[in-house]
């Protein structure tokens, strides 16, 4: 049995009124369009719905049930338009980001915190890992947006758009031989030399092999396989290795505690693309818009760099 809400919605109107005429009055309706109309929901029903024997029309002991049902309909229908608005309005809501690894500990923070700052009424939640684990979760659809250092490919399912760009630079343990020379290295002086690698499925892991491939010294440096960038910085604080890291995740290691050093090398590793990435068959949510929005703005950079630290 279907109940057509448009005729629930004029026997109420009746109901309220105790009266057809009236009724029709308040909905721009003819009188006999209104007696059909409930008559047509009483045929349904297989129930009389209005005593129409008085002068007023009064619903029946069947009728003052569904009048007291239809009110509760409408009124939650007022309510779910009400959130609907909020939400759009972002006075409520969720926001789910994923980011890569990198992304995600040394930008997401502080954009989110942003983000939070003009729209407190949002719930913020974020994904973390390595790009292949990031791709996978968009593809499923368990995220909505994500934001990654280097970035997915653009297929026919992701759309992929470049915001933000950074650099690796070659760190060590403060102490190290080489940190002593003056001037740029040249990668030459690097062989024999530990690289602390990022784990396979790392957008930072492609950048390293292509780095140590272009210095020409692929061959004469050995590694180790190390997961996430904290732990990297860790392994290099505690003379394991060197390491090509993202320069955002070593400002406070190198400019405030002094735990690492940089080592400058020619030439030096090239910008990589910092890229916002989304399924192409996906309607973002007012939130995600919004974000989107402030990833593209001025107020959408990286929080600190390499040589501009807060006093």
Not at 27 to 47: A, I
Not at 292 to 301: E, K, T
Request: with cysteine.
């Amino acid at each position: 049995m279907e109940l057509n809400l448009h005729r629930l919605w004029i026997f109420l109107k009746v109901v309220e009124h105790q009266g057809f005429s009236a009724a029709a009055h308040e909905l721009y309706m003819s009188q006999p369009s209104v007696s059909n109309q409930v008559r047509r929901l009483e045929q349904t029903l297989k129930v009389t719905l209005v005593d129409r024997s008085g002068a007023r029309a009064r619903p029946t002991a069947e009728g003052e049930v569904l009048a007291a049902y239809a009110k509760r309909v409408f009124l939650l229908a007022d309510e779910a338009v009400a959130a609907v608005q909020q939400v759009s309005s972002l006075e409520h809501g969720r926001l789910m980001v994923g980011g890569s690894t990198t992304v995600g500990t040394y930008l997401l923070p502080a954009l989110l915190a942003r983000f939070r700052e003009r729209y407190p009424g949002v719930e913020c939640d974020v994904f973390v890992g390595n790009n292949r684990a990031v791709a996978e979760r968009l593809l499923a659809g368990d995220i909505g947006i994500a934001v990654v250092a280097g970035g997915p490919a653009a297929t026919a399912q992701l759309l992929v758009e470049p915001v933000l760009e950074e650099r690796l630079v070659l760190v060590a343990r403060t102490g190290h031989p080489l940190a002593g020379r003056t001037g740029t290295l040249e990668p030459r002086l690097l062989a024999g030399e530990c690289f602390l690698m990022r784990e396979p499925g790392s957008h930072t892991r492609t950048e390293q092999e292509r780095v140590l491939e272009s210095w020409g010294i692929s061959e004469t440096v050995s590694r180790s396989d190390v997961w996430g960038p904290e732990a990297v910085k860790q392994c290099v604080g505690a003379g394991l290795g060197v390491a090509l890291i993202s320069e955002h995740a070593v400002v406070d290691d190198v400019e405030r505690s002094g735990a690492l050093t940089i080592l400058p090398v020619h030439p030096e590793p090239g910008p990589r693309p910092v890229s916002l990435a989304r399924r192409r068959d996906r309607l973002l949510s007012p939130a995600e818009r919004a974000f989107v929005q402030l990833l593209r703005s001025p107020d959408g950079s990286w929080p600190r760099e390499l040589g501009h630290v807060d006093e």
